[in-house]
């Protein structure tokens, strides 16, 4: 079946509950056993539960795998695949990944002996070129936050896999209506589903997906050990949503090519970030591997923090806030919001200036962005 008919239908059976349309939300943290030992599939619902068990069958599917566990966060489904090492392991990261996953890399698993490398990774040969004995895990986010770098996803992947590496792709924000990582090569997809798979900025919800039943056991085990498991209404919620993703995310992109025409024209405007670019550096590798080319967008001013918190400041349309991906069209300063927990010469030398913004585009009227974003422009 195509995307979009499996995206409504897969991952729960309405005959089993009734003929209920939608999954029932079952409030229950733990189930009556037949004797000990003996239940009906589920014990306690940190384990396991069927509002959770219908959500994780739909992420598998839309990416293609054979397996999802759902987390409490994007970062609860990150610490769970980082707890798959050890203590001496090593860790080759792109260099501009979100700030909160440096900050997990760099603040928590670094003091339990796991160390990390930052390169940039659209250069495969950086990434040959930091691999140790002790490299491990390879993990990378394509498009990347913030700055839209495009990583070659098969590529980096059939090295990692080469060198008994495993391969992990945030595939936050080209979400699996754009891209699958998994047919790429990748062993795990993770995904913050407070973005995109949720789309309406009311949940907070992450996930992992992979064909490995291996890595999967491992992945599970952690989700249970550690306890980072979503909600019941949570997993309803993001299911909900990812019932219409597939129409969010095109009338999403359709939008964010109409904004990215008005900043290309614009004076205050000296660099736009969107791989549909053709001065894009990673384009080619963009149209290969992605259905479209999204609807994220970084573009920078020539002008100082400051400057930068002025042009977000006090819009009417787009929506101040550290997301994206919902029906809501967002906007942001990562050198004063996402990325200000990497320092200041980190985030310069990654390219992440201080006159940097970003845009999530959503489903409104795209006259009205554009609108709202001149008016933004004009006040600095």
Same mark, same amino acid.
């Given at each position: 079946?195509? /995307? $979009? ?5 897969d !991952?729960? #059976?309405?005959?089993?509950h009734?003929?209920? @349309?939608?999954?029932? +939300? ?20 940190r ?27 994007g ?13 001496g ?15 997990? /890399? $760099? ?5 339990? !002996?796991? #160390?990390?490398?930052?390169?940039d990774?659209? @250069?495969?040969?950086? +990434? ?7 490299t ?36 936050t ?14 062993d795990i ?8 798979l ?9 996930a ?6 291996n890595?999967?056991?491992?992945i ?7 306890g980072? +498991?979503?909600?019941f209404?949570d997993?309803y ?11 969010r ?5 359709d ?13 205050k ?12 550096p990673?384009?080619?590798v963009?149209?290969r ?8 967008i ?9 400057d ?12 101040l ?18 990325h ?13 200036t201080?006159?940097l ?15 709202d974003?001149e ?6």
């Amino acid at each position: 079946m195509h /995307f $979009d008919t499996r995206a409504i239908h897969d !991952g729960y #059976d309405p005959v089993k509950h009734f003929g209920a @349309v939608n999954p029932p +939300v079952f409030l229950s943290s733990t189930f009556a056993q037949h004797s000990p030992g003996k239940h009906a599939g589920y014990e306690y619902a940190r384990s396991g539960n069927p509002t959770r068990e219908a959500l994780e069958g739909v992420l598998a599917s839309l990416e293609e795998g054979q397996y999802a566990c759902a987390f409490s966060s994007g970062l609860a489904a990150t610490d769970s695949i980082i707890k798959l090492l050890n203590a001496g392991d090593h860790v080759i990261m792109a260099d501009d990944v979100y700030g909160g996953t440096f900050r997990i /890399f $760099d603040k928590t698993f670094k003091r339990f !002996g796991v #160390d990390f490398t930052m390169v940039d990774t659209t @250069v495969v040969a950086n +990434v040959e070129k930091a691999i140790t004995p002790r490299t491990k895990m390879l993990f990378i986010e394509s498009p990347s936050n913030p700055l839209l770098k495009i990583n070659d996803i098969e590529a980096l992947c059939r090295l990692a896999r080469s060198r008994k590496i495993i391969s992990v792709v945030d595939n936050t924000f080209a979400t699996p209506y754009l891209q699958q990582p998994l047919n790429l090569g990748a062993d795990i997809v993770m995904h913050s589903a407070t973005k995109y798979l949720g789309g309406h900025s009311d949940v907070i919800l992450g996930a992992a997906i992979t064909r490995d039943a291996n890595l999967h056991q491992h992945i599970k085990f952690n989700q249970n050990a550690s306890g980072g +498991v979503p909600g019941f209404l949570d997993c309803y919620l993001v299911h909900r949503g990812i019932k219409t993703l597939g129409v969010r995310v095109e009338r999403a992109c359709d939008n964010a090519e109409q904004v990215v025409s008005f900043l290309l024209e614009h004076k205050k405007v000296t660099r736009v970030h969107y791989p549909a670019l053709e001065k894009h550096p990673n384009h080619k590798v963009a149209a290969r591997q992605m259905k479209r080319f999204g609807a994220m967008i970084a573009f920078e001013i020539d002008g100082s923090v400051a400057d930068g918190e002025r042009v977000v400041s006090g819009r009417k349309v787009w929506t101040l806030g550290e997301s994206l991906g919902g029906v809501e069209s967002l906007l942001e300063h990562p050198a004063s919001m996402t990325h200000a927990s990497i320092p200041r010469e980190l985030r310069l030398k990654a390219g992440l200036t201080d006159g940097l913004i970003r845009l999530s585009c959503g489903i409104e009227h795209a006259d009205d962005l554009i609108a709202d974003l001149e008016e933004g422009l004009a006040s600095y």
